[in-house]
């Protein structure tokens, strides 16, 4: 099994068992990208997964927090601190591929391979964050 499909943490294998169907596979895949982007990614380290869906450089430092969760609507979604400015970014490169919530989240409906592509963007710029 690859990192990004085995849960470290007994209290993350919970939250993700807590969260709705409609979201759940959609977090799961998100899950598995933020360790792909990371693999890929040399100067990113090793991504820390604690207490809940939220993933962290805590080694090198090189990139903000990045939670997953759902919206206050429901829908699965990618949240980074809101001081940052990962999501303003991404959000002028993709301003109609996603919906969003201020400076803090990514709204996500289903995802395609396209959407995909655009959030491996997302999260490399968020695990790199501090690197720039």
Known sequence: MAQGDMFASADVAKAFDAIPADCHSVLLALRR??????????????????????????????GTTVRLGQARDGRAAIFTHCQTSVVSEFRQIFPEAFEYDGTRAVLLGDLGDAKLEKLAFLMQSALTYHLR
């Open 33 to 62: 990208l933020i360790y792909q982007v990371a693999i890929e990614c040399p100067e990113v380290g090793r991504v820390e997964e604690w207490g809940q869906p939220a993933y962290l450089t805590s080694e090198t430092k090189s």
